[in-house]
C-alpha cells in the first residue's frame, strides 16, 4: 500500500534559518503530493502541491520539488519566521480508484525568536 | 468563499453513547472525506463521500458511518463510543472525487469519558 515517511522532529530553529524537512513515500502508479501545515487548535492547510514527476510545487516562501527518482518531496524554506511554528504534513493521493490522501506522521516545528 | 465548517467544534460523550458530526464543504466542492487524528495514529482516512454514494473506506469498525446529502453537506455517526474514539475528526472537501487537493475544516474534538 502506500506509506509516507518523514522526519519526526521535533525541529527547533531560529528566526531566519533554513528549514529542510525531509519526506520520501512508497505509492503505486504516479501520485499526487503535498505539504500541510497545522497550527494549534486548528484544522489542516493545504501549504502546497505537486501533481507529477518534476514540479515543484510553491507557498509562502516554502518549496518542495516532486523527485520520482528518489521518491522524495522535501520541504523547504530559505529563511523561516516565528510564525512558521506549526506541525507539517507531508501527504500523497496514490495512483488508482481510492483517493484517500495518506500522511506521515507529522513534522513539529518551533522557531525562536 | 466560506471554508470547510464543522459542528460542533467540541463534544464530550459518555462510553456507551453514539455521536453525530457535521460537515459543511466549500460551495461548489461534491467530495467529502473524513479523518481521524489521534496522537498514536496520526491521520487516519475514515472515508469519503461523493455524490451521495460512499466511494470509499478506511480501516475502521462499522460502528463509524457515514452519509451525504444532496446539497454535498455530510455527516459522520459513531455508535456504541468507547474511550479510544477519543478523537480530532476531521473534514475535508474537493471539488470531485479523484487526486485532487483537499481543503479541510477546524475539526471537532471528540473526548469520550
Known amino acids: 500500500g502506500n506509506s509516507v515517511t518523514q522526519m519526526e522532529g521535533p525541529v527547533t530553529l531560529s528566526e531566519e534559518a533554513f528549514l529542510t524537512i525531509n519526506c520520501t513515500y512508497t505509492?503505486?502508479?504516479?501520485?499526487?503530493l503535498f505539504w500541510y501545515v497545522q497550527y494549534p487548535g486548528e484544522g489542516l492547510q493545504l501549504l502546497l502541491k505537486?501533481?507529477?514527476?518534476?514540479d515543484k510545487g510553491s507557498n509562502k516562501g516554502f518549496e518542495a520539488t516532486y523527485r520520482k527518482e528518489t521518491t522524495s518531496f522535501h520541504l523547504e524554506k530559505g529563511s523561516v519566521q516565528v510564525s512558521d511554528s506549526a506541525v507539517y504534513f507531508c501527504?500523497?493521493?496514490?495512483?488508482?480508484?481510492?483517493?484517500?490522501?495518506?500522511f506521515g506522521k507529522g513534522t513539529l516545528l518551533t522557531v525562536n525568536p | 468563499k466560506a471554508g470547510v465548517t464543522q459542528t460542533p467544534r467540541y463534544l464530550i460523550k459518555t462510553r456507551g453513547q453514539q455521536v453525530t458530526l457535521s460537515c459543511s464543504p466549500i460551495?461548489?466542492?461534491?467530495?467529502v472525506s473524513w479523518y481521524q487524528q489521534t496522537p498514536g495514529q496520526g491521520l487516519q482516512f475514515l472515508f469519503e463521500?461523493?455524490?451521495?454514494?460512499?466511494?470509499n473506506k478506511g480501516n475502521f469498525p462499522g460502528r463509524f458511518s457515514g452519509r451525504q446529502f444532496s446539497n454535498s453537506r455530510s455527516e459522520m455517526n459513531v455508535s456504541t463510543l468507547e474511550l479510544g474514539d477519543s478523537a480530532l475528526y476531521l473534514c475535508?472537501?474537493?471539488?470531485?472525487?479523484?487526486?485532487?487537493?483537499?481543503?479541510f475544516g477546524p475539526g471537532t474534538r471528540l473526548t469520550v469519558t
Open positions: 475535508a472537501s474537493s471539488l470531485r472525487t479523484g487526486p485532487y487537493e483537499q481543503y
Open positions: 505509492a503505486t502508479g504516479y501520485p499526487s
Open positions: 505537486a501533481t507529477k514527476a518534476d
Open positions: 501527504a500523497l493521493v496514490g495512483g488508482g480508484s481510492n483517493y484517500k490522501l495518506t
Open positions: 460551495s461548489g466542492h461534491r467530495s
Open positions: 463521500y461523493f455524490s451521495e454514494t460512499q466511494r
